[in-house]
């Protein structure tokens, strides 16, 4: 391999930092990085910043797991790869050359391969790790932009109550069915779930509250 990713100088940190720096680290990179804030960038673009914010994960994936984190540091003090770099295709050449490398790998990832017949490692999820790591400020932005079942309870509990009582009636019943609605929405779905069925425009917007939270400003 010609080149060896340097995932920690990729999110920014040293070597020594910890878990939680490496989580603070990826929290800033995913969010300059995600390819659903260009609502009006080219395909190529487009493509250019995806491949970024996967690489983005791959680093996280490695860095935020003791067991992996010590697998890779080895590596990266190997004389064998005195060449370090943050080149996307380096990472994806890490994934694909280290089959095997990372317990439980097989399961985390976008179902790349080795092409022997046997599952490779693959790379993690991009859209699963930054949920994961976002769940607890993600999840009220998505609930706030896809109130699908609220808006539906809502008209339909309006129109029982208008017939039952007329315009009080119709308030009470607005707000029993969009309350009944909001536990609908919530329900069954993870927040990565809800966020891909979201538009680009909503996206966008959820990703600039993020970043104003993280980074104290809008991206």
Not at 83 to 110: C, E, H, I, L, V
Not at 148 to 167: E, P, Q, T
Not at 204 to 209: D, F
Request: charge should be neutral.
């Amino acid at each position: 391999m010609s080149n060896f990713p340097d995932y920690y100088s990729l999110l920014g940190v040293a070597k020594t930092a910890s878990l939680e720096e490496i989580r603070q680290a990826y929290k800033k990179e995913s969010l300059r990085t995600h390819p659903d804030r260009l609502t009006k960038a080219t395909p190529a673009e487009k493509a250019a910043t995806t491949e970024k914010f996967q690489v983005v994960a791959d680093a996280y994936y490695v860095l935020s797991d003791p067991a992996r984190r010590k697998e890779y540091d080895a590596l990266y003090a190997s004389k064998s790869y005195d060449s370090k770099s943050n080149d996307p295709g380096a990472s994806r050449n890490f994934f694909s050359q280290f089959a095997g490398m990372f317990t439980g790998a097989s399961g985390a990832g976008t179902g790349t391969g080795t092409g022997t017949g046997t599952p490779g490692p693959q790379r993690p999820d991009p859209e699963g790790v930054f949920a994961d790591v976002f769940e607890e400020l993600l999840r009220p932005e998505v609930e706030r932009h896809a109130p699908w079942w609220s808006y539906l309870g809502a008209v339909c509990g309006g129109g029982v109550g208008f017939i039952v009582a007329n315009i009080p009636g119709l308030m009470v019943g607005a707000y029993a069915g969009n309350r009944l609605g909001a536990i609908r929405d919530a329900k069954g779905k993870s927040v990565a779930a809800v966020f891909s069925e979201l538009g680009g425009n909503q996206k966008a917007e959820i990703l600039r509250a993020l970043a104003i939270k993280v980074l104290g400003s809008a991206l």
